[in-house]
């Protein structure tokens, strides 16, 4: 049986999806409003009723949302959640993960930010949503963020806003 999946994140990185993933099928991409993407050293979505986020939808099989919670840590990292979506034309309810509301804002280490930036490539989003939000969480820190090990600590810092802005366009 299969389900619909929201990516918003690393997964939105076609071949990395691919490698964890391989009979998921890139379905639809779509506007998610009154949601926003915010870094907690890796990528969330929360809810903001004036925000937007843009996400791609993947339609996969029960494997590949066993292999999804392993990568997204859950349940202590991330939690499931099904949300309504309207993809295709069509009105129905999509996987998400959501981060554990203890982890508050940080940013990002630029390999992990290139994932995610390379995952807007390949779904031909608006990368701004992606600056916007890597420059908010340097602003907006907390202290209380995630970095996995799997990804390298070189976080993007406030002094690379003028390059991040560069990389966006």
Known sequence: MSKLYIAYGSNLNKDQMKLRCPNAEPLDKL???GWKLVFKGVADIIKDEKS????GI???TERCERALDR????PILYQKKMINVNTQGNDTIALVYLMDKKFGLGPPCEQYYDVIEQ????WALNKAYLNNAAKHS????SGTSHHPRK???NK???LDLDRLSQRGK
């Open 156 to 158: 993007l810092q406030i």
């Open 138 to 141: 340097n602003i907006e820190q």
């Open 52 to 55: 937007e986020v843009p996400i």
């Open 71 to 74: 990568y997204e840590g859950y």
């Open 119 to 122: 995952g807007y490539t390949d």
């Open 31 to 33: 506007i998610l409003k």
């Open 58 to 60: 993947y339609k996969i």
């Open 151 to 153: 990804w390298s600590q």
